[in-house]
Antibody, heavy 125, light 107 residues
Framework: QLQLQESGPGLVKPSETLSLTCTVSGDSISRSTYYWGWIRQPPGKGLEWIGSIYYNGNTFYNPSLKTRVTLSVDTSKNQFSLTLSSVTAADTAVYYC?????????????????WGQGTLVTVSS | EIILKQSPATLSLSPGESATLSCRASQSVSSDLAWYQQKPGQAPRLLIYDASNRATGIPARFSGSGSGTDFTLTISSLEPEDFAVYYCQQRTNWPLTFGGGTKVEIK
């Protein structure tokens, strides 16, 4: 059974870099039909897509964060990662990693079916 | 960026009643729209994709309709576990965007 687990510091200081890793178990991160994403949710607010990365390393970023975000994949560890630089209090949120939806015969790249439990990252000095 | 506006913000209903949630896009998203359910402290759960297709394992009481700019999620007979927040999401254009959510609460 596919599982995703976010890991990383729960507290980051303003102006520093937030780094999170999503460890995938139960399947290979390298399958060509899989597409991995990061979504965040400030406390009490809605969902914001941060960016997505394909198995081959192709990336897509939210323009609102593009200058500060980098996504990467480590196939040897079955992990993908998020770094967000120059953080402020506005970056305080629960960060989710997710994988796209695959039905019985087709995979759909930009819909997210499998999610990690989420990890709260607080930006504060 | 495509803006998704959900209405109403809150829907107060009783178990057994039917719920109708709306999602309106700032420009056409064709049928490239999904619906998610989120309960407190949990990750979102994909319910509907491509506007009207139920994801694997989703009960038949959940149905989606619409195309272009106007979409509806209908829950035919609310079960106690259906009280949650619901989000729509479009994938027509980058960036992927979500609506602000509709909370379905127990009346």
């Amino acid at each position: 059974q596919l599982q995703l687990q976010e890991s990383g510091p729960g507290l980051v200081k303003p102006s520093e870099t937030l780094s999170l890793t999503c460890t995938v178990s139960g399947d290979s991160i390298s399958r060509s039909t899989y597409y991995w994403g990061w979504i965040r949710q400030p406390p009490g607010k809605g969902l914001e897509w941060i960016g997505s990365i394909y198995y081959n390393g192709n990336t897509f970023y939210n323009p609102s964060l593009k200058t500060r975000v980098t996504l990467s994949v480590d196939t040897s560890k079955n992990q993908f990662s998020l770094t967000l630089s120059s953080v402020t209090a506005a970056d305080t949120a629960v960060y989710y990693c997710a994988r796209n939806y695959c039905g019985t015969t087709t995979c759909y790249t930009e819909y997210f079916q499998h999610w990690g439990q989420g990890t709260l990252v607080t930006v504060s000095s | 960026e495509i803006i998704l506006k959900q209405s109403p913000a809150t829907l107060s209903l009783s178990p057994g009643e039917s719920a109708t949630l709306s999602c309106r896009a700032s420009q056409s998203v064709s049928s490239d729209l999904a619906w998610y359910q989120q309960k407190p402290g949990q990750a979102p759960r994909l319910l509907i994709y491509d506007a009207s297709n139920r994801a694997t394992g989703i009960p038949a009481r959940f149905s989606g309709s619409g195309s272009g700019t106007d979409f509806t999620l209908t829950i035919s007979s609310l079960e106690p576990e259906d009280f949650a927040v619901y989000y729509c999401q479009q994938r027509t254009n980058w960036p992927l965007t979500f609506g602000g959510g509709t909370k379905v609460e127990i009346k």
